[in-house]
């Protein structure tokens, strides 16, 4: 798997690798040269219209496939991820920016989320009750929902689809995917990977090109009756909207305002490497990235220099190179919205402590380098404190104490991850309660999910969906209720038979 220059590459219908309806196409960069890296349909609605009636066709299939048969596939394709990781790390270095180590995590969890859900292949567990009349027996099982729209972001463009289509897949549903358009090349790969495992045509297809072209035409769908969707809340909005009139089922996982919480007794060597580790990791570009940290004013001093001086050490390059601490960020209108973010944060009066410009020289100048900025003396209430950035910057906000940390933690619109960094059990378990986040770490920074946990956030990061784990199973089946009655006799059940 060689990185592919400007290859043409192709959707994906009906185990077919097909153009656009309308032949035209756009341009994957790879964002620490700038250059192409291949060319992918831009596709249309009517695109969609295809992927979504071969899906259905297939689910026809796909759904009477035994679970364990279903879960065999994914089984092989783990094995396939196994065999090819070290291209798709090296792609994704290309195609995404990460740093190696960062880009064999995203691949790795792809292979562990496949494997956990191809486990679920032989469990898809239901439940047994008693009934209340004799001779009567019940139970639940989850029944497959059909096509299953999923439209993914660029910065786990590995992981994530392998989040919304592994449990899609062995639940018995078939697929319509759209990557998303900075990183189609490795959603191209991943598909490939599946159909190499032996997914029959159909079960999944992709359809490439931008959002409200062809993400919009999957949303609003008739034959699509489940969406998944991660990305911003802005985009999240606007899917609940379009999916509204038809009432699917939507789950999103959004954005995040990720809080990272120093006490005064923290061990602030751990604390500042778990905070470099979550600020800057990915280049700032994890829906859990730390991108405030909440720190007692006792040690405030200390942990400022500390976190200046990590920075201004990280070396900037491309992911692929092994000297690199920090990447690229994804395109051009990234860096622009992370560098108004300063602007922002100065006219708002927070001390820029570093960075806070594009980095250019040393052969960066071609590519998307923003340097890892941290304001210092910034108020809970500043939009840097406030609104997504989705890049290298972070924010030091200083509290007199542990009440002010956690309200100031939970007094945002999102709720994904938090953390807090303190010796004091007592204090960590009211973190635990009170933290009003999906994800929780104790003496660790704000990234780290594994796969069989739920993962997801509250409030604005999503709508009470859950990924991963057991929870995920919900968003892609069914309940239903099952009454077999053996007595031979009609028993009335929901009506009074006391006197009788
Ligand atoms: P985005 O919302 O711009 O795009 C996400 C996907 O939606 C892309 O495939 C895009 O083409 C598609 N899209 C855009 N407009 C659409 C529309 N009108 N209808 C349907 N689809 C549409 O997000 P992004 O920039 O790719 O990703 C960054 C965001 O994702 C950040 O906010 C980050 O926090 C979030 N994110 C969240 C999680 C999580 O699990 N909570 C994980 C990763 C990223």
Not at 11 to 35: C, M, R
Not at 225 to 232: E, K, M
Request: charged share 25%.
């Amino acid at each position: 798997m060689a990185v592919a220059g400007a290859e043409r590459f192709k959707n994906y219908i009906g185990g077919e690798w097909v153009d656009a309806s309308g032949g035209e196409t756009f341009e994957s960069l790879i964002p620490a040269t700038g250059e192409p890296i291949g060319e992918f349909p831009r596709s249309t609605p009517e695109d969609v219209d295809r992927a979504v009636a071969a899906a259905k066709e297939a689910f026809e299939s796909w759904r009477l496939v035994p679970a364990p048969k279903r879960a065999e596939i994914l089984y092989r394709f783990a094995a396939h991820l196994v065999r090819h990781k070290d291209d798709l790390t090296d792609l994704m270095s290309r195609e995404m920016g990460k740093v190696k180590a960062e880009a064999g995590g995203d691949v790795q969890e792809a292979i562990d989320m496949t494997l956990y859900m191809a486990g679920e292949g032989r469990r898809l567990f239901g439940q047994t009750t008693p009934s209340e009349l004799p001779d009567k027996f019940q139970m639940s099982v989850r029944m497959p929902v059909g096509v299953v729209g999923v439209i993914t972001p660029w910065n786990f463009p590995i992981a994530i689809p392998s989040w919304k289509i592994a449990p899609a897949l062995v639940c018995g549903n078939t697929v319509v995917f759209k990557p998303a358009e900075d990183t189609p090349l490795l959603a191209e790969r991943f598909v490939e990977l599946l159909a190499d495992a032996g997914l029959p045509p159909g079960v999944v297809n992709v359809v490439h090109g931008f959002g409200e072209e062809v993400g919009e035409a999957i949303v609003k769908h008739p034959d699509v009756p489940v969406i998944t969707f991660t990305g911003s809340r802005e985009t999240g909005v606007r899917v609940t909207k379009a999916a509204a009139d038809q009432l699917k089922v939507v789950h999103l996982e959004l954005g995040g305002k990720n809080a990272i919480i120093v006490m005064e007794d923290a061990n602030l060597d751990l604390a500042v490497d778990g905070i470099v580790w979550s600020a800057f990791g990915t280049s700032g570009q994890r829906c859990t990235a730390a991108s405030r940290v909440i720190v007692h004013q006792k040690i405030y001093g200390e942990v400022e220099k500390r976190l200046v001086s990590a920075a201004e050490r990280m070396r900037l390059g491309p992911g692929w190179e092994d000297q690199t601490d920090l990447g690229p960020v994804i395109n051009r209108a990234a860096i622009e919205k992370i560098h108004s973010y300063t602007g922002i944060g100065k006219d708002e009066g927070a001390t820029l402590l570093t960075g806070g410009e594009p980095a250019s020289g040393d052969g960066l100048d071609d590519g998307f380098y923003y340097r890892p900025t941290i304001f210092g003396d910034v108020a809970p209430d500043m939009r840097i404190a406030q609104e997504e950035i989705f890049g290298p910057t972070t924010a030091l906000i200083p509290v007199k104490d542990f009440d002010e940390a956690i309200r100031v933690a939970n007094d945002v619109k999102y709720g994904l991850s938090s953390s807090i960094f303190t010796q004091d059990v007592n204090r960590a378990f009211r973190a635990m309660r009170d933290l009003q986040t999906g994800i929780t770490y104790i003496n660790a920074g704000t990234t780290g999910a594994e796969v069989h946990l739920p993962f997801g956030g509250t409030k604005d990061t999503g709508n009470g969906h859950r990924e991963a784990g057991q929870a995920a199973l919900d968003v892609f089946t069914e309940w239903k209720s099952l009454y077999i009655d053996y007595s031979g006799k009609l028993q009335r059940a929901q009506i009074d038979n006391a006197e009788e």
